[in-house]
């Protein structure tokens, strides 16, 4: 026993003071949130920005989720943790993990051509070349946003899809980028055509409803079920004015349906970091995120330019190496409604955030936060 004892207490020491570094950096990440949310609230009260949903994630337990400002400006309510908001292409992440997901299952194969499920492609002059994964990694071969006008306008989606198909390339699939939103949705008729079941449904009962993301929901109807939800803003010369919450976008739910609130994005931001196996296995976060198509462009954005070294495009996901740390992200942007989301695999970190305005704004706060986070995880090596 007496040999024991000091092995005992050397273990007790060694415990405690692995203890107190972890309470020590916890509480240097809860003041970076504290203060970081402080910077938020004092940035979108100097714009006038009516509200905004705010998700941060550290690791599987450290969860900081708020809801801030108004509804809108006019008798809106406060928005809480449940208030539901557009995400507008932060919807394409929802698609690239359903598509890889259904994929691992054997449902479908990535490899597979359009053509299989979509019959008229195999009298266009895509013939089989037009693979599922092209459609989610925008390299289908298309003018970049080809007749995202005429989402806009009042024709029904099969119709646009019509007039898809009378397009000609401008480069063979998988050898140019081009942002699509209505190509992107056509893995809609893809699931639907291989499993029976819509895009829709596979992802409120395969996706929200095992994550208990519990305020999530796809279309317009699903958005103003309550009036707990977001109204979108628009910037007048002077000052923001509460828009019209326009149906157009919806027509396209892989590319731009999805409603979410603060809430449902920190169990999402989860979801991508590994903590629901169960839902997204560690093969389906690799195949979403693997680097399919090159986006030298982005390269040369404004905020972010000098910290990209690499720019592609996944499966519904934007993979960027920034200053030397790998990020998965999306951004997101509707009349009245701008979104962010960010993942730092390596790190276990993850960000989001959705304004109820259309302000330029969010690149600021975004990088703001990803340049927070890198050096704090930094300074713990």
Not at 192 to 205: D, F, H, I, P, V
Not at 215 to 243: C, F, Q
Not at 271 to 297: C, F, I, M, N, W
Request: charged share 20%; with cysteine.
């Amino acid at each position: 026993m007496k040999y024991f004892v000091p092995w005992v207490y050397t273990l007790f020491l060694l415990t405690l003071l692995f203890s107190r570094l972890s309470y020590a950096t916890d509480k240097q990440w809860q003041s970076l949130v504290i203060d970081y949310e402080k910077h938020l609230a004092l940035k979108l009260k100097s714009k006038g920005i009516p509200g905004g949903a705010l998700s941060i994630v550290n690791g599987p337990d450290n969860i900081f989720v708020k809801g801030m400002g108004v509804t809108k400006l006019s008798k809106g309510r406060k928005v809480d943790a449940h208030t539901r908001f557009r995400l507008a292409s932060v919807s394409k992440t929802f698609a690239g993990s359903l598509t890889a997901k259904l994929a691992s299952e054997g449902r479908f194969s990535l490899e597979d051509p359009v053509s299989k499920f979509i019959p008229e492609f195999s009298n266009t002059s895509y013939k089989n070349n037009l693979k599922v994964y092209h459609l989610l990694s925008h390299s289908g071969g298309l003018v970049p946003n080809a007749y995202d006008n005429l989402i806009e306008s009042r024709m029904s989606y099969p119709d646009i899809v019509a007039k898809l198909l009378s397009v000609e390339p401008i480069c063979k699939p998988g050898q140019c980028y081009g942002y699509q939103n209505v190509m992107f949705s056509l893995v809609d008729e893809v699931i639907k055509a291989s499993t029976k079941m819509g895009y829709a449904r596979w992802l409120n009962e395969f996706v929200f409803a095992p994550l208990q993301m519990n305020d999530a929901s796809l279309g317009y109807e699903k958005m103003i079920t309550d009036n707990n939800y977001a109204h979108p803003h628009v910037r007048g010369r002077k000052r923001w004015h509460t828009a019209r919450l326009k149906q157009n976008y919806y027509k396209v739910l892989p590319a731009a349906g999805v409603n979410a609130s603060a809430s449902d994005m920190a169990i999402w931001l989860k979801a991508q970091l590994g903590y629901y196996p169960s839902v997204l296995s560690p093969e389906v976060l690799a195949d979403q995120t693997r680097p399919y198509t090159h986006t030298k462009k982005e390269l040369r954005r404004r905020v972010w330019k000098k910290h990209l070294k690499e720019a592609y495009y996944g499966l519904g996901w934007r993979v960027y190496n920034y200053d030397n740390e790998t990020l998965y992200y999306h951004s997101g942007w509707v009349q009245g409604y701008r979104s962010d989301i960010v993942v730092m695999p390596h790190l276990n970190i993850g960000f989001s955030l959705i304004l109820n305005a259309e302000t330029g704004l969010i690149n600021e706060l975004t990088t703001e936060f990803i340049d927070r986070a890198l050096a704090y995880k930094r300074r713990q090596k």
